[in-house]
């Protein structure tokens, strides 16, 4: 979807849903995705001051692999970002969150995969995933599991000479 600076001069304020659908081409350095079922774009755009205020709502469904078994898993998502454009170089302007925009067109759709890309978890579990793994001599535990085991199983220093008085007299 495009937003034209004579549309948004013209009526000061744009709402628009759209439904977005990913291309292959878009995400194929993104190994993590099986596939992309759909999403829903919502936009609103207000023209203020010779700035347009943009607000995007992107919402949907994908399938991504598990991080633990590579199994697909659904993951539905929903991301929202603000942005502040200007279609006029102004030197005044020196913030580093104003987008320029060249051509008098901002192209949402770019923010939107974006979006889509940046809402991919790092770690991705499915429902249906045990959540500790143990197998033959090895358990697979959390950070916080080891750190309160270890401490379970700390011997005060001052108690330490006490622990081998039963073993003597057996």
Known sequence: MIIEKSELINYKHIEKS???????????????IISFEYAKVKVEADYI?????????????????????????DYY?????ELTCSFYQDEDLNDENIIFVEDDK????EEVISLIITSIPIKIIGKDEPEHFEGDGYEVMSEDEYYQKDKENKIDPRFASLSSLFDEEE
């Open 18 to 32: 759209y439904d977005f659908t990913l291309d292959e081409e878009d995400v194929k350095n993104v190994k993590d």
């Open 49 to 73: 001051s010779e700035l347009a205020l943009i607000k995007i709502h992107v919402k949907g469904k994908m399938i991504l692999r598990s991080t633990r078994t590579l199994k697909p898993v």
């Open 77 to 81: 998502f929903s991301e929202r970002e």
């Open 106 to 109: 901002i192209d949402i759709d």
